[in-house]
């Protein structure tokens, strides 16, 4: 799959007073949010759309002005490297109120991500996150169940450390309207059922992180069979929101060989968080060739006050 031309005409958006540059004729261009799913579905990059019909937009006031909410995203690629680290060393990220989740007592999970988001409402973008599994923040003892469903993707928690993105629109989106720590830079993610491949450029162009892998067997899920979903949390202007991001796969694969996976710290902001958390060893790579989301705008949560 290639990325958009560089020299692709763009116009001009405001978003919560911000103006920033979208493709022109593109998604966000064409209906700011509010998709023509029938136009979406002849696409040939979409495999189908039944998963968003049963998601209905509404629409809300956020930091970035009124928007819809949940954004789609049509047609998107994923890679997950989990780790296992130190309790003692995450605590030292994780701000006083969230707790890891740990793998036996001492021992928590941390994990890398990619994202390619070939179609979806604000257009084609790539973007990595460092972020760290954490309790649930409104949950009682955990059992082995919830590290089971966790590890499967199918539910997580999450608090993120690190978030760069190759789009104006996702940078604003995403640091003013829902709390994370995003910034723009060049970023290649490339996935396909041989290879996986990433690489997020510092501030001097050079490498930040870097990683490449062999692709894990993938196997095929009818839309909605297997939707799984994500909590992060985030402050926005002192208060706690939890964000959801449901996933719907439709072509994923896991493994715990690690024998092809070479993932390079350089020098920057993802690599400085990652080095922080003194991550152990590697358990288990996760790819999704061929998935779908919706991502929901924050919503205020409680979130009680660690105890010990």
């Not at 829902?178 to 996935?191: A, R, S």
């Amino acid at each position: 799959m290639s990325s958009p031309p560089k020299d692709q005409d763009t116009v001009k958006v405001d978003l919560g007073g911000r103006e920033v540059a979208v493709p022109k004729g593109g998604l966000y261009d064409r209906y700011r949010m509010n998709p023509d799913l029938d136009a979406i579905a002849r696409d040939p990059r979409v495999s189908g759309v039944d998963f968003f019909r049963r998601l209905p937009k509404i629409r809300v006031d956020s930091p970035i002005g009124p928007t819809l909410t949940p954004n789609f995203y049509y047609t998107m690629s994923t890679a997950r490297l989990t780790m296992l680290a130190p309790s003692k060393a995450i605590r030292t990220r994780l701000p006083e109120e969230l707790s890891p989740l740990e793998i036996v007592p001492g021992l928590g999970i941390v994990s890398v991500m990619f994202f390619r988001y070939d179609v979806c409402d604000i257009d084609f973008y790539t973007e990595a996150t460092v972020g760290i599994a954490v309790k649930p923040a409104r949950h009682g003892k955990l059992g082995f169940l919830d590290l089971v469903t966790g590890l499967k993707n199918e539910r997580l928690d999450a608090y993120v450390l690190s978030l760069p993105v190759s789009s104006d629109i996702a940078q604003v989106r995403g640091h003013d309207g829902y709390g994370f720590p995003k910034w723009v830079t060049h970023l290649d993610v490339d996935i396909d059922d041989r290879r996986t491949t990433a690489r997020v450029a510092n501030d001097a162009g050079g490498v930040d992180l870097a990683f490449s892998a062999t692709t894990p067997a993938q196997r095929a899920y009818l839309s909605g069979e297997r939707v799984g979903s994500l909590s992060s949390y985030t402050k926005i202007n002192g208060g706690w929101h939890s964000t959801l991001n449901q996933t719907n796969v439709l072509n994923a694969g896991t493994t715990r060989s690690t024998r092809d996976v070479a993932l390079q710290l350089g020098e920057g902001r993802m690599s400085d968080d990652l080095r922080s958390l003194k991550p152990k060893r590697t358990i288990q790579f996760d790819v999704m060739t061929e998935g779908q989301a919706a991502l929901h705008m924050p919503v205020p949560t409680s979130v009680p006050p660690r105890n010990g």
